[in-house]
């Protein structure tokens, strides 16, 4: 393992690269067969007497690489249900990618799990997929938290600059691994470090940069703007006022096209869910609670 001296041009390009939490007691997640969908794998947490809260990845992440940072203390009060989606990760490979499909999924594994009603968390692309059941399924979803996402994504431009945030997020993941050890250190302290970034490393890549492009395109197409106006459920929505993916007007709009949504905003960018988790978690958890007090 090699060590980098201080002062050195890899000791100031370790101070750049990202920083994962924690991710010692990450659970493992379970096979879940979907009769006549496919199979994927899930992560059930919490007491199984309390709201059941499905929650939805971002684009070109898994389900734990999106949620993890925030399992444990939602976990205390609510039955979190973390699942990789079709084309992602672990999840369901089927012909085609289509949001539409996605959505189906989630009642799926509500049934596969014997959830009847369920509240809905959605991250960036998951958002998109929440929006979609919420309109689908309104007997049984309760709330909606909405996190990094809009009611469209526009192609192009945006596509591009999102491709390219992937790619230097895996870039930097594996200098961080090349890199090896921060003088200073304590010597546990880099080993965990390094394996966090490991395990991170690996559920990143575990969605291929083709899949990551088929997605996105798909995303492109997504508009809920017609119908939106009609979701008559508790709802918050998490702005990451920093995010160069989807523009944080975009997403205050979406908090604007439903009646009554609660809005609560943090300076981070579109990643904040893991690499701004310390603000991250704190403003997730607060909507979480305003959703299911209403």
Known sequence: MPVIEPGSAGWRATRRLVTVPPTAGVPDPIPLDLPGRGKTVVTD??????????????????GLLTWYPALERLARHYRVVVFDQRWHGQGIRSPEFRLADCAADVTAVADALGIGQFAVGGY????????????????????????STASNFRRGLRQR?????????????????????????PRREQLARLE????????????????IAVAVDEIGRFDSTPWLHTLRLPTAVVVTTRDRFIAPDHQRALARRIPDAA??????????????????VPALLAAVTSVHAR
Do not use: N
């Open 124 to 147: 960036s692309m998951g958002g998109m997929v929440g929006q979609l059941v919420a309109h689908a399924e309104p007997e049984r979803v309760t709330g909606l938290v909405l996190c």
């Open 161 to 185: 600059v999102a491709l390219d945030v992937f790619g230097r997020t895996l870039t930097q993941l594996r200098e961080r691994i090349r890199l090896g050890t921060i003088p200073g250190e």
């Open 263 to 280: 809005t609560y905003e943090i300076p981070a960018g579109h990643a904040a869910c893991v690499l701004a988790a310390a603000k991250f």
């Open 45 to 62: 947490v919490g007491p199984r007497h309390a709201p059941a809260l499905v929650l939805l990845h971002s684009v070109a992440c898994t």
């Open 196 to 211: 966090d970034h490991r395990w991170a490393l690996r559920e990143f890549r575990s969605t291929t940069p083709w899949e």
